[in-house]
């Protein structure tokens, strides 16, 4: 019986349970605007993965990655719950370097 | 140095197993009359992806198929939250489903109205804006 795959399953499920908290919180501290860097973040970690020769390391390294890249497209819709007052709205966010031109982009969203 | 292929495995599988149960669990939840059937039929095929992937001995395959089972299990779970975000108005009720035309009928908050379906503002929104902001998208 091979367990790899089954546990790998096991802790991306964690992987993606946090995904929940950093998205909102994320958003609540720091915005939207930070998606194209929380993006590309998580596409340098799973490029990163092929370089590892460790299973263990390159699948956590990749899950992470893929989670990144998928929580960087939530937060556009996190930030409408915010505004709607289901989550905790924050004035004060931190903004990101370059964010008068990432306002003219189309936050992604899928 | 050789080219190690399981994270990016790994990665296209959470990424994909994210994405495709998002949408599927939207859409049928929303079109589901009774929402029993397809929360089994997740937990059969989760549970089916999980015996997969216990059973082969490739590692690739291990790993895909070991985190798109425990995704799917997860969408079973995530049929009931979705379920409750109707009751809550925080996702759109269907009309033309009667299970949902029940929670329109005994939920003072649930609406078919997609409140999410526009663009952020940057500012706090009153319940008569945030209709008026979806109207006008």
């Known amino acids: 019986m091979n367990t790899f795959g089954f546990l790998l399953g096991l802790t991306t499920l964690i992987i993606i349970g946090l995904g929940f908290v950093w998205v909102i919180r994320g958003e609540r501290y720091f915005g939207l605007l930070w998606w194209p860097y929380i993006m590309g973040l998580g596409l340098l970690l799973i490029v990163g993965s092929l370089f590892l020769q460790n299973d263990w390391a390159s699948a956590l390294l990749g899950a992470t990655g893929a989670s990144l890249v998928w929580g960087s497209t939530e937060f556009k819709e996190q930030s409408i719950r915010a505004e709607l007052g289901w989550f905790p709205f924050n004035r004060k966010k931190v903004q990101p370097p370059f964010a008068d031109i990432i306002k003219k982009w189309k936050a992604p969203h899928l | 140095m050789e080219i190690n292929f399981v994270g990016i495995t790994a990665a296209l599988a959470a990424f994909l197993g994210i994405w495709l149960g998002h949408v599927s669990v939207r859409v049928i939840e929303r079109n589901a009359k009774i929402l029993w059937p397809p929360i089994l039929i997740a937990i059969i095929l989760g549970m089916a992806f999980e015996a997969f992937s216990l059973a082969t001995s490739n590692r690739l395959l291990s790993a895909a198929t070991g985190i798109l089972g425990i995704t799917i299990l997860w969408d079973a ?8 975000r109707v009751k809550k108005g925080h996702a759109p009720a269907n009309p033309s489903n009667p299970r949902h035309a029940r929670i329109l009928a005994e939920h003072p908050y649930a609406t078919t109205l997609d409140l999410l379906n526009r663009d952020p503002i940057g500012q706090q ?5 945030a209709v008026q902001l979806i109207t006008d998208y």
């Open chain 2, 77 to 84: 779970l995530e049929f009931i939250r979705q379920e409750n």
């Open chain 2, 125 to 129: 929104v009153s319940t008569e804006d």
